[in-house]
């Protein structure tokens, strides 16, 4: 079982849609990150959250550390969003990473 | 914020060479350094964890003869692939500790 479990593997939307991709976790975190990385490969951290929600323009996570999960938000998606969306746990010892499979998006125009 | 800063983003080298990828941190000290690698449509993967000023810390399963790792300084980081085999052929990727974690722009390393 991996510690950090994401949902959906894959996702096709079409343009304007609202998203929603789900990160559950079962190891104890100092802080929950949410990363997009493009088809080039370079990685971008969205978010980093300890608790409650933040929100960046068209994009809303929330963390809920009680029942261990986590969410991704895209609201009004465009194809631009396409990408493959990876949430990261930060251990408690501060220096260690588990990641999600990552979730792959498509917004069809 | 921050950059990492990663170097080459993509390289191409001969089986049995040696290639060397750096990362550096531009605007601030990171006192820890993730490497990284990513199969096709897989996850990352976490090869070593290296503290500056000492030894890395590698995860099972990776040759840490194969695939050197140095931190010599807070802004610098470097892996070196040795004696490179096609099965090398990677996306590889640096992950600096600061406040948060700073993804350098990743290697695409081809062995032919």
């Known amino acids: 079982k991996n510690e950090v479990e994401q949902s959906p593997q894959n996702l096709t939307a079409q343009e304007g849609e609202f998203i929603t991709i789900n990160c559950s976790y079962s190891v104890g975190i100092s802080a929950l990150h949410w990363l997009q990385q493009h088809p080039g490969g370079g990685i971008v951290s969205l978010f980093m959250?300890?608790?409650g929600k933040k929100k960046h323009g068209r994009l809303i996570a929330t963390i809920n550390i009680q029942e261990k999960h986590s969410s991704l938000h895209i609201t009004a998606s465009h194809p631009r969003d396409s990408a493959v969306y990876i949430c990261?746990?930060?251990?408690?010892?501060?220096?260690?990473?588990?990641f999600g499979t990552g979730t792959s998006l498509t917004v069809i125009p | 914020g921050a950059v990492v800063s990663q170097h080459p983003s993509r390289v191409i080298c001969k089986s049995g060479t040696s290639v060397k990828i750096e990362c550096r941190s531009l605007?601030?000290?990171?006192?820890?350094m993730f490497w990284y690698r990513q199969f096709p449509k897989k996850s990352l993967m976490l090869m070593a964890t290296s503290n500056e000023g000492s030894k890395a810390t590698y995860e099972q399963g990776v040759e840490k003869d194969k695939f050197l790792i140095n931190h010599a300084s807070l802004t610098l980081s470097t892996l070196t692939v040795t004696s490179a085999h096609p099965e090398d052929s990677s996306f590889y990727i640096c992950?600096?500790?600061?406040?948060?974690?700073?993804f350098g722009e990743g290697s695409w390393l081809t062995v032919v």
């Open positions: 959250l300890s608790s």
């Open positions: 605007d601030f000290q990171a006192t820890t």
């Open positions: 990261a746990a930060l251990l408690n010892t501060g220096n260690q990473f588990y």
């Open positions: 992950g600096g500790l600061g406040n948060t974690i700073y």
